[in-house]
Structure formats: structure tokens, C-alpha cells
């Protein structure tokens, strides 16, 4: 545990300790737009992916903190794009929210515990380049959800995001540790529809719990000797979801008092894609448990694991791919350990593509060095090329020529699946 973190602890617990003495209830969102709404059918562990309005625009947000206003007030959040990010490819979505105390800054780093390995409560280092994570900064550092306001203010930056980012709808997933645990379990109540997922660690009733009749995928995580926010409510909080989702009720086992483990018990019975998980461990009020040893630790704790083996069971499918409106020819020049590829992408189509991305994916030892009439990310595997100023449209049946240079291994044959803007090619 950090010095930082250390210091401000004994103020944390006390008003903790208030407010969960205090029961706050609360109202329904509100604010200048309505609340989100995205009914999905209850389905197995997959979802069809639904890409956002942000699929395949060049996008204007960046990795850093924005601000927005949401219910009048000026609202900050942290934004972590994936650096290999693909326009082309809905991403999962998943929002970290601090403890009271904390800041939207203590999640995005990781600092409080271990800095870069525990950044968006060890869920980064995971993600590789699959998700979009947010870190909302809480008005006084801290989710009163006063009237709905955070809410709401949750709505607007799913708004904003998904306006400009590709964003996969149906895999938007919200965790924290804490207060931050409490305004995820208020989503959970009130936003069981647009969430497809919450992870509640170590929280309490503290933000409220508007509706709280609808079903969504709940994993509980407590631990057994928390003097801030008793696993009492904890266990409480989740049996609220194990009725909601139709799970056979059980006294889960947790792991004996002394024992420094935790256990994990994945509930029977439970409606179509809508499981519940309940992890207890023998330790206090702390944010990374580790079996073994008291104390946080961010390299050690098993609880990042879990919560991404949770999240990721939801794997989205792709949707059938639409009729090819494109069509990609190319040649490869082979030398010693190195090569050229020359690509031509044609518009088959009857409307013109305006700002445009093509996916294709070299084949293994292939690395790019440099490229023309594009951009190219990442420069080995997946690639996505991306148009440069000069060549942003493709009218009806005209062509751009684009490549690059690579070194290789061996393998000198030519890229395969290419789509463009998310839509498969014809490759001849």
C-alpha cells in the first residue's frame, strides 16, 4: 500500500462508516437527456456484437482526461483508448469507479496499489487491445448519486464516447472498489439494460438502487473481516440479483476465518446469461487481496483475474457480414528477409466511401517498417491501414493504391481477409 493511500485511509473509513450507518435513498436520474435505454434479449454466454454510431469515423476523443457537462456541472473523466485501436472493431466498454477519497486518476494509474500493473483495477494489462476504459472522476470524490445525478452523468459519457469511438453496446461493464463498488452496484439497479456486466467489490448500498428488478450478470467480491462495509451487506446486495436473475438461493462456503484465501462460487439456476458469482476472502476492507499474505497487492491479487474471466465470458460474436461493397487486389516482392506489398482497393458499391479504414492481417513473421498513401497500425498481425489526407474518398468504381515494406522470417505470401470498414472485401 502506498504512502498516499495510507495517510488518507482513517479519513475514508470514518465516512464510510457514515454513510453506510446513514442508508441513503435516492431518486431517479436526471439531467438535460434522457437515461439510456438498450434492451438486449437475454441470451447464453454470447452476445451479438452491436457496433456504436462511432464504428468507422476517425475519431476525435484521445487517451486523457475530458470534460463534459452533465446536469449543469462541468464532470471530468479519463479516457484509455487501446493504442492498437481499430475503428473498424467494436470494442468492449468498461467503466472503473474510485473509492470515496479516490480520484478517477488513482484508477487510471494504478498508484494507490501498484502503479501501470493495478491501472483500471488490474483489468488493463489484461485487455491487450480489446477495450475502451473510463475512470469518472465522483463530484468530492465520492458517488452520492445525489437525485440521480451520476447516473446520468454515466448516460453522457456513454453518449459522448460511443459517438466518436467503435464501441461493441452490448459489452459495456462497470466495476469499483468501495463507494465506487456502490455506484456500481446503482448501475446494476437502475442500468441493467445498457450494462452488460458490474463487479461489486467490497461495497455498500451507498449510492442507491433505483428499479433493482431486472436481471443483469453480478459478481459480488467481500471480505470477510470488513469493519467499513460489513459482508453482511455485501452478501445482502448480491442476493438482491441472485433473486432478480432466477439462481437457486444457497449460503455460498467462504473461506475460513485465518485462512488468508478467498473462494469462489458460481451460482446454479441462474436465467440465460445472467449468472452470479459470489468471491469471499479472509481479509478487511482492501482493494487487491492476495491469498497468503494480508495487504494489497496489486502483482499477487487474484482479484483482477477473476473479474476479466467474469467480464469476458460475454464474448461478443460478429454480425453477419453485408453484401462486399469493395474489392482488394495486390502483389508481394520478396527479397532475402524482406519484401514489398502493393495493395489497390476498389469501390464496388454505389455510394461513395468517405474516410475509410482496411483491415487485413499479414501473415506470421511479417512486420512493417514503412508504408505509403496510409497509415498503418499496428505494423504486425491485425493491421488496419488507415487513408491519409490526400486520399480520404473512394467514389463509386474508383480505386486507391496504397503499401508497404516489411522484413519477414520466411513467409512472403500476401495479407488475406481484408475488410473495409468493417465490411469483408472480395479478394480475387
Known amino acids: 500500500m502506498s504512502r498516499t493511500r495510507s495517510l488518507l485511509w482513517p479519513a475514508v473509513v470514518a465516512a464510510l462508516l457514515v454513510l453506510s ?38 475519431p476525435t476523443l484521445t487517451s486523457g482526461t475530458h470534460t463534459i457537462v452533465s446536469g449543469g456541472k462541468n464532470r471530468t473523466f479519463i479516457l484509455r483508448i487501446p493504442d492498437g485501436y481499430d475503428r473498424s472493431r467494436a470494442h468492449r466498454l ?53 437525485g440521480g445525478e451520476d447516473i446520468a452523468f454515466v448516460d453522457d459519457m456513454i453518449r459522448r464516447i460511443e459517438a466518436d469511438l467503435c464501441v461493441d453496446t452490448t459489452q459495456r461493464f462497470a466495476l469499483g472498489f468501495s463507494y465506487g463498488a456502490a455506484m456500481s452496484y446503482s448501475l446494476a439497479c437502475s442500468r441493467a439494460t445498457v450494462f452488460r456486466a458490474v463487479a461489486v467489490q467490497s461495497g455498500g448500498q451507498l449510492s442507491g438502487c433505483s428499479g433493482g428488478t431486472q436481471p443483469i450478470a453480478y459478481l459480488g467480491v467481500h471480505g470477510l473481516r470488513d469493519s467499513v462495509l460489513g459482508i453482511s451487506g455485501g ?77 469476458t465470458q460475454f464474448q461478443a460474436t460478429e454480425p453477419p457480414p453485408e453484401t462486399a461493397t469493395c474489392r482488394v487486389t495486390g502483389t508481394v516482392s520478396a527479397w532475402n528477409t524482406g519484401l514489398t506489398a502493393n495493395i489497390t482497393v476498389t ?34 498481425g491485425r493491421v488496419t491501414a488507415r487513408n491519409v489526407a490526400h486520399n480520404t474518398t473512394i467514389a463509386p468504381g474508383a480505386s486507391v493504391d496504397i503499401g508497404f515494406q516489411a522484413v519477414h522470417t520466411g513467409n512472403t505470401a500476401p495479407p488475406g481477409s481484408y475488410t473495409l470498414n468493417g465490411t469483408a472485401c472480395t479478394a480475387p
Open 235 to 311: 452478501r445482502a446486495m448480491r442476493d438482491r440479483f441472485v433473486r432478480n436473475n432466477g439462481c437457486t438461493s444457497q449460503n455460498p462456503p467462504e473461506p475460513a476465518p485465518g485462512s488468508l484465501t478467498h473462494r469462489v462460487t458460481t451460482y446454479s439456476g441462474c436465467s440465460a446469461g445472467h449468472p452470479v458469482a459470489w468471491a469471499a476472502f479472509d481479509e478487511g476492507h482492501i482493494a487487491a487481496p492476495q491469498d497468503g499474505s494480508p495487504g494489497d497487492n496489486g502483482t499477487r491479487t487474484w482479484l483482477p483475474g477473476e473479474v476479466w474471466r467474469f467480464f
Open 94 to 146: 468498461v467503466f472503473g469507479f474510485h473509492w470515496l477519497g479516490g480520484t478517477s486518476s488513482d484508477v487510471a494509474t494504478g498508484r494507490t496499489v501498484e502503479t501501470g500493473t493495478w491501472a483500471y483495477y488490474g483489468l488493463q494489462r489484461l485487455a491487450g487491445d480489446s477495450t475502451v476504459f473510463v475512470a469518472p472522476q465522483g463530484l468530492n470524490n465520492g458517488w452520492a448519486n445525489t
Open 21 to 58: 450507518t446513514a442508508g441513503t435513498a435516492l431518486g431517479h436520474s436526471r439531467g438535460e437527456n434522457p437515461p439510456l435505454s438498450a434492451p438486449r434479449t437475454a441470451a447464453a454466454s454470447a452476445d451479438t456484437a452491436a457496433p456504436s454510431p462511432g464504428c468507422g469515423k476517425a
Open 347 to 380: 469501390n464496388t458499391g454505389t455510394t461513395a466511401v468517405d474516410g475509410w479504414s482496411l483491415g487485413f492481417t499479414l501473415p506470421n513473421g511479417q512486420t512493417i517498417t514503412s508504408g505509403w498513401n496510409a497509415d498503418y497500425s499496428p505494423v504486425s
